[in-house]
T-cell receptor
Framework: NAGVMQNPRHLVRRRGQEARLRCSPMKGHSHVYWYRQLPEEGLKFMVYLQKENIIDESGMPKERFSAEFPKEGPSILRIQQVVRGDSAAYFC?????????????FGQGTRLTVV | QQQVKQSPQSLIVQKGGISIINCAYENTAFDYFPWYQQFPGKGPALLIAIRPDVSEKKEGRFTISFNKSAKQFSLHIMDSQPGDSATYFCAASKRETSGSRLTFGEGTQLTVNP
């Protein structure tokens, strides 16, 4: 049973370009969470999605960031017009149900570098 | 109200020693407290977790101690090994939050010297 798969593992973008980060949850998991980890800091919650629905996006920046989890295919975190401050590791986690305090399994992350 | 504060930022322990990492929280609505272990280049992995109805939970060499009145919890690693060298994060979530939205501490980089 493969774990949470994120790709790419490393992504380099020039300022102003778009970054698309993909996350395939564990088999049987229908809930996806995105977290951002800045250098030397802890993980910060960004967004929680179920299939075709955004449940909680309270941690998402108001501009340039969007997320989706379509009926078919991986969850996508999209960052438009990237700036240097977007450089970070972005982690996806998935869980089998949306009940409170259900363990979430993390992927290995996508490390975004904006040059 | 949403913060989880973690200390120390870094910790060096000799092989066989005890590693202790502390966390404090403010929001009394938090009721689930996991600890995650992260190796360089990898994602966080759940190590052990506790709910506030117990004061201690032990799994192998890892123990969580929980003090509800002080709003503090700690991770103890007994007989620390070089393979335990990693970054450790405490986290918390609250029952009324759907799913597994976690609030993380800032992390402790543990080095266990051979």
């Amino acid at each position: 049973n493969a774990g949470v798969m994120q790709n790419p593992r490393h992504l380099v973008r020039r300022r102003g370009q778009e970054a698309r980060l993909r996350c395939s949850p564990m088999k049987g998991h229908s809930h996806v969470y995105w977290y951002r980890q800045l250098p030397e800091e802890g993980l910060k919650f960004m967004v929680y999605l179920q299939k075709e629905n955004i449940i909680d996006e309270s941690g998402m920046p108001k501009e340039r960031f969007s997320a989706e989890f379509p009926k078919e295919g991986p969850s996508i975190l999209r960052i438009q017009q990237v700036v240097r401050g977007d450089s970070a590791a972005y982690f996806c986690a998935s869980s089998p149900q949306g009940g409170q305090n259900t363990e979430a399994f993390f992927g290995q992350g996508t490390r975004l570098t904006v040059v | 109200q949403q913060q989880v504060k973690q200390s120390p930022q870094s910790l060096i322990v000799q092989k066989g020693g005890i590693s202790i990492i502390n966390c404090a929280y403010e929001n009394t609505a938090f009721d689930y407290f996991p600890w995650y272990q992260q190796f360089p280049g990898k994602g966080p992995a759940l190590l052990i977790a506790i709910r506030p109805d117990v004061s201690e939970k032990k799994e192998g060499r890892f123990t969580i101690s929980f003090n509800k009145s002080a709003k503090q919890f700690s991770l103890h690693i007994m007989d620390s090994q070089p393979g335990d060298s990693a970054t450790y994060f405490c986290a918390a979530s609250k029952r009324e939050t759907s799913g597994s939205r976690l609030t993380f501490g800032e992390g402790t980089q543990l080095t266990v010297n051979p």
